[in-house]
């Protein structure tokens, strides 16, 4: 569960920051994409997968 959390915490932290970018730039799009990794990450993680 804490796992959860902190994967949420961390994707909202890579998500706010992604914000302050304009639409369509490459860093933007970065930082999106690396706020659902780490979220599936800690989440799978948690849920003790076999893949990590």
Same mark, same amino acid.
């Given at each position: 569960? &804490?796992?959860?959390?902190?994967? %949420? %915490?961390?994707? !909202?932290?890579? *998500?706010?920051? !992604? +914000?302050?970018? +304009? +639409?369509?730039?490459? %860093?933007?799009? @970065? *930082?999106? *994409? !690396?706020? @659902?990794?780490? /979220? !599936? /990450?800690? +989440? *799978?993680? &948690? /849920?003790?997968?076999? /893949? %990590?």
């Amino acid at each position: 569960m &804490s796992s959860t959390v902190a994967g %949420i %915490i961390f994707g !909202a932290a890579f *998500l706010s920051i !992604a +914000r302050t970018f +304009r +639409r369509g730039t490459a %860093i933007r799009d @970065y *930082l999106i *994409l !690396a706020a @659902y990794g780490m /979220l !599936a /990450l800690f +989440r *799978l993680h &948690s /849920l003790g997968s076999p /893949l %990590i």
